[in-house]
């Protein structure tokens, strides 16, 4: 009786021998669908071809107030941003959903203060109401500047530590590349999928693909009960703290 089987399975593997020596590369080739061309930037870090240019010096025609969705107040020089502590936060008039992000930033050479009142803003990866409402990716000068390290530079703000600290010294540019990817919510408002992100600060690995417990908490643990959101502004934020304003420059987005 055991016969019968042996040879099935010598058949069967005789069979696939003779598929493999006639299988052809052409076999797993794939030709379709054919990916975009995109230029890329002239210079490591200019924004390429498809990408929206939300800041390079020539105005703040993408930016609001967070507050009341006037336009931006904050300072323009030359190809730099400054942070105008008075007039608070500002977001981007167009809303994201998953997206590439460039964005550099300065602390300024003549920075005073320590911990977390030095050098203090942020990038909210989706800005889902006024004031500091979203998804906060840290800056802040982190350059022998002692604090928790769940809200140094290139921390998800007291959600993940980064792997690294390749903060650069206050006077000189830091650059943070970040591939986001947005919560998705049930009609019910459930959770469907976490928010995930990735950052490169100064071209290091800090954060990879981490999978964010909610919307940024200052006090207490982060949730995404009852935030259901879709596409998100993006925000830049006017920290309280007394020391010197930061700066910023070369903003770019690429929608995933």
């Given at each position: 009786m055991?016969?019968?089987?042996i040879?099935?399975a010598?058949?069967?593997g005789s ?8 299988a052809?590369?052409e076999?797993?080739e ?5 990916p ?13 071809s ?6 390079n010096?020539?105005?703040?025609d993408e930016?609001?107030?967070?507050e009341?969705?006037t336009?931006?107040k904050?300072l ?6 400054t942070v105008?502590?008075?007039?608070g936060n500002i977001?981007?008039?167009k809303?994201?959903g ?7 930033w ?13 050098g203090n ?12 409402a ?5 800056v ?6 002692k ?7 290139g ?6 530590i980064?792997?690294a600290?390749?903060?650069?010294k206050?006077?000189e540019?830091?650059?943070y590349?970040?591939?986001?990817t947005a ?7 459930s959770l469907k999928?976490a928010?995930?992100?990735?950052v490169?600060?100064?071209?290091v690995?800090?954060?990879?693909n981490?999978?964010?417990?909610g919307?940024?908490q ?13 596409p998100?502004?993006?925000?830049l934020?006017?920290h ?9 420059r070369?903003i ?5």
């Amino acid at each position: 009786m055991k016969y019968p089987l042996i040879l099935t399975a010598l058949l069967a593997g005789s069979c696939f021998m003779a598929n493999a020596q006639n299988a052809k590369p052409e076999d797993t080739e794939i030709w379709e669908p054919v990916p975009k061309v995109v230029t890329p930037g002239k210079n490591l870090g200019d924004a390429p071809s498809d990408a929206i240019i939300l800041f390079n010096g020539k105005g703040l025609d993408e930016w609001v107030s967070v507050e009341d969705k006037t336009p931006a107040k904050w300072l323009v020089k030359g190809d730099v941003l400054t942070v105008n502590k008075a007039t608070g936060n500002i977001e981007t008039k167009k809303s994201f959903g998953n997206y590439q992000l460039h964005i550099e930033w300065k602390v300024p050479a003549n920075i005073t203060g320590s911990g977390q009142a030095r050098g203090n803003s942020g990038v909210f990866l989706a800005s889902i109401g006024k004031g500091d409402a979203g998804y906060e990716l840290q800056v802040l000068d982190s350059y022998e500047n002692k604090t928790y390290v769940n809200g140094m530079a290139g921390s998800l703000y007291k959600q993940v530590i980064p792997l690294a600290n390749p903060g650069r010294k206050p006077g000189e540019w830091n650059v943070y590349d970040v591939i986001w990817t947005a919560p998705v919510f049930n009609e019910d408002g459930s959770l469907k999928s976490a928010a995930r992100a990735t950052v490169f600060f100064n071209g290091v690995l800090v954060e990879n693909n981490f999978e964010l417990l909610g919307p940024t908490q200052y006090i207490g643990k982060p949730s995404y009960e009852g935030k259901k959101h879709g596409p998100s502004p993006i925000k830049l934020q006017a920290h309280g703290d007394k020391s010197e304003p930061l700066s910023f420059r070369n903003i770019w987005v690429r929608e995933l």
